[in-house]
C-alpha cells in the first residue's frame, strides 16, 4: 500500500539520540495507527489516533510519544530508545467501515 | 480479548500448486483482513472480507462469520506470493488484531 507513505524507510540510532518517524495520508482516513512488528512476529498495536485525538495508548513505554499534528500527519517520536526496540515501524490508517491501509514502515536499529 | 488463529504455520509448495490457508476467530468481528507481507516487509491488502466471498485474479477468501472462519485460496502459486500471509480482524472501537500467520515458500 503506498497511499500511507513513512519516511525515513531505514533510521539508525543511538541511545542518546532523539529522532522522528513521521506517516502521511491524503486518503481522509480520520484514523491513524502505529504498529511495532519484531522478526518473525506480528505487527502489535501501539496507538490510536481518532480525530486527532489519542484514544488508545497500548501501555507504551513513554520514550515513545507520538503526536498527530493534523488529520493527515502522524510522528512517533523517538528518545532514549533501548536495543530491544529495533523493529519495523508501521504505520496504517482507516475510516469506520474501510479496510486499514498500511505504510512500507521504518525500519529501525538502535546502536 | 479475541484470539485470532491461522494455520498452517508454515506451508511449502512448488510453483503451480495450489493452497488454503485457514483463520479462526473466538468472537464476532466486524472487519476481516487478509494481508501478504513480502520479504522486504511492505504489508499488502489482500482482502477486506468480515463476510462473503471475494475474488481478485488467482487469489479468493471465503468468510463464514456465523462460524468464525475464514479461508484465504491461492491458486497456481508462484514464486513471487512467498512471504507471510496475516489474517487480523477488529471488533467495534478497536484496532486490528493480527494472527501469528503463515509463512509461504513457493520454489520453482
Known amino acids: 500500500d503506498t497511499e500511507v507513505t513513512q519516511t525515513p524507510k531505514h533510521l539508525v540510532m543511538g541511545m542518546t539520540n532523539k529522532k522522528s518517524l513521521k506517516c502521511e495520508q491524503h486518503?481522509?482516513?480520520?484514523?491513524m495507527y502505529w504498529y511495532k512488528q519484531k522478526a518473525k512476529k506480528p505487527p502489535e498495536l501501539m496507538f490510536v489516533?481518532?480525530?486527532?485525538?489519542?484514544?488508545i495508548n497500548e501501555s507504551v513505554p513513554s520514550r515513545f510519544s507520538p503526536e498527530c499534528p493534523n488529520s493527515s500527519l502522524l510522528n512517533l517520536h523517538l528518545h532514549a530508545l533501548q536495543p530491544e526496540d529495533s523493529a519495523l515501524y508501521l504505520c496504517?490508517?482507516?475510516?469506520?467501515?474501510?479496510?486499514?491501509?498500511f505504510g512500507d514502515g521504518t525500519r529501525l536499529s538502535i546502536l | 480479548g479475541i484470539q485470532v488463529e491461522q494455520s498452517p504455520p508454515d506451508l511449502i509448495l512448488q510453483e503451480g500448486a495450489n493452497s488454503t490457508l485457514r483463520c479462526n476467530f473466538s468472537?464476532?468481528?466486524?472487519?476481516l483482513q487478509w494481508f501478504h507481507q513480502n520479504p522486504w516487509g511492505q504489508l499488502i491488502n489482500l482482502f477486506y472480507?468480515?463476510?462473503g466471498t471475494k475474488q481478485n485474479g488467482r487469489l479468493s477468501a471465503t468468510t463464514v462469520a456465523t462460524e468464525r472462519y475464514s479461508l484465504l485460496y491461492i491458486s497456481s502459486s508462484q514464486t513471487t506470493d512467498s512471504g507471510v500471509y496475516f489474517c487480523?480482524?477488529?471488533?467495534?472501537?478497536?484496532?486490528?488484531?493480527f494472527g501469528k500467520g503463515t509463512t509461504l515458500s513457493v520454489s520453482s
Open positions: 472480507i468480515p463476510s
Open positions: 468472537d464476532s468481528v466486524n472487519n
Open positions: 486518503m481522509g482516513h480520520r484514523a
Open positions: 487480523a480482524v477488529t471488533q467495534a472501537g478497536t484496532a486490528l488484531i
Open positions: 496504517a490508517s482507516s475510516q469506520e467501515g474501510t479496510p486499514q491501509h
Open positions: 489516533y481518532s480525530y486527532e485525538k489519542l484514544s
